[in-house]
């Protein structure tokens, strides 16, 4: 079945470490997204990619870094300058960045700080 | 100002009734679309329906249906025939282009509303 597949599940993060956040999709969508939500909250956009080697920050990005060396893959890494990571990251994809295109999400990942 | 306005932090129906869900947006972009994602509590986003902005007729998708009313900037969503398993939080997205006016690159998001459905 096509989707977006984020590892892993839970993650947790010692004071000062860089943790990277999996996202990995098969719908050959050309753009994908990063987002993060706290609790009772909507969604904020960390970064987004619309081609390979090709990436935007978006509200968020202090604190975070991204790669797109695949048309599959964007990665995620939440970097120690990043001082309250403690969210749900949510990655996404989207055939283009039209108006029109709906974006289609992973589970999630639910981040903590040891 | 905010973007999406979600007004109903919470909402309860009975099963088998119909809800609506508000849903107020602000842009200057004529070019638009509108969208409405399903979170259960397990997490993950759930589309459900899209609106564009030049579109004449309201969308729908199987119980679920947009009340699009482009003079009052509003994209209420119906869902008829409620079942247990809506339960979830409700998420209104817009897709314009934003400050700078340069990209479609974001997804707004309104506050969201929980949908509580009693048996």
């Known amino acids: 079945d096509g989707g977006i597949t984020q590892s892993p599940k839970y993650l947790f993060r010692k004071e000062g470490q860089n943790v990277t956040l999996s996202c990995e999709q098969n719908?050959?969508?050309?753009?994908m997204y990063w987002y993060r939500q706290d609790p009772g909250q909507g969604l904020r956009l960390i970064y987004y990619?619309?081609?390979?080697?090709?990436?935007q920050k978006g509200d968020i990005a202090e604190g975070y870094s991204v790669s797109r060396e695949k048309k599959e893959s964007f990665p995620l890494t939440v970097t120690s300058a990043q001082k309250n990571p403690t969210a749900f990251y949510l990655c996404?994809?989207?055939?283009?960045?039209?108006?029109?295109?709906?974006?289609?999400f992973g589970d999630g990942t639910r981040l903590s700080i040891l | 100002a905010q973007k999406i306005t979600q007004t109903q932090p919470g909402m309860f129906v009975q099963e088998k009734e119909a809800v609506t869900l508000d849903c107020t947006y602000d842009?200057?972009?004529?070019?638009?679309?509108l969208f409405w994602y399903k979170q259960p509590s397990s997490g993950e986003m759930i589309f459900l329906i899209y609106?564009?902005?030049?579109?004449?007729q309201n969308a729908t998708e199987g119980r679920y249906s947009l009340n699009f009313q482009k003079a009052r900037k509003s994209a209420n969503l119906v869902i008829s025939a409620s079942q247990l398993g809506d339960s979830a939080m409700y998420f209104c997205?817009?897709?314009?282009?934003?400050?700078?006016?340069?990209?479609?690159?974001?997804?707004?998001f309104g506050q969201g509303t929980i949908l509580t459905v009693h048996p």
């Open positions: 996404a994809s989207s055939r283009g960045l039209g108006w029109n295109q709906p974006q289609h």
């Open positions: 719908l050959n969508h050309d753009a």
């Open positions: 990619s619309q081609i390979v080697n090709d990436f």
């Open positions: 842009t200057s972009d004529p070019s638009y679309g």
């Open positions: 609106q564009g902005s030049y579109d004449q």
């Open positions: 997205a817009m897709r314009d282009k934003g400050a700078g006016g340069t990209s479609y690159g974001k997804l707004t």
